[in-house]
């Protein structure tokens, strides 16, 4: 496996091996990495030629703190990545993908509005503009995106759309640990108790899922009902609860499968869960 910090020499890398008729797969990711994300690039090493992973930290889609205290782990990184059999681990700087003169933003307006999008634009507006750059960089085939964050996934596909950009994105299911917890870089923040407190998140999402298989499908008393489970646990602030069409996000759109969707601070860490029923 190669190591590149550099985008220019990412970007020459990779058309050397388009030229020699390879597929890419693409892996973008922030690094600290856990088996989720080797779920990840397990299904792009047997879907390609060449499998190429991002750890970029990027500072625009967090604020200050949050970007401080995001895990950091080079050295498990590259260990994973050399297991998960990939051909390129690009690890660039801050400096080297937002030069002084950077000055461009990418934003998918309405859909990045929908959800909790409205409070944190700003958040998206990051993930669009370094997933775009990253996707000129790496010029990828295909690109691997887990479905924890089913929001995400529906403005990067809108991205790809409206820019025509050739790429395909992948969505991977969400891999949990035995408790029932979604991985998440960020759990390696949680302390044994908060950790614990944390697992009502999983919890209440996965009972709502029971309800709408048991037949409930006013999405109002679901609402409510998530809310409540989720304010009355103990060590858990809840942030954001919704039961939305799985496709447009929308609350009164029924056309595709439903979406439950929840994000709490536990410790002052915010976590997310979500099922598609
Ligand atoms: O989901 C993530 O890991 C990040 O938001 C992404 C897509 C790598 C962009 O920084």
Redesign the pocket.
Known sequence: MKIVTDPKKMTLLVREARRQGKRIGFV???GALHDGHATLMAKARKENDIVVVST?V?PL?FRKAAYERYPRDPEGDRALCEKAGVDYLFAPSAEKMYPERFDTVVEVKELTGRLEGAAIRWHYRG?TT??AKLFAIVEPDKAY?GKK?PH?LAILKRMTEDLNIAVQIVPVATKRDRDGMALSSRNRLLTPESRKAALALPKAVAEIERRIKAGETDRGKLTEALTAMLSSAPGVTIDFAAIVDAETLREEDRSGPTLIYAAVFVDGLRLTDNRVV
Request: hydrophobic fraction near 50%; glycine fraction near 0%; proline fraction near 8%.
């Open positions: 973008p990711t922030l970029f990027n889609q993930v370094v997933v995106f964050d995400q």
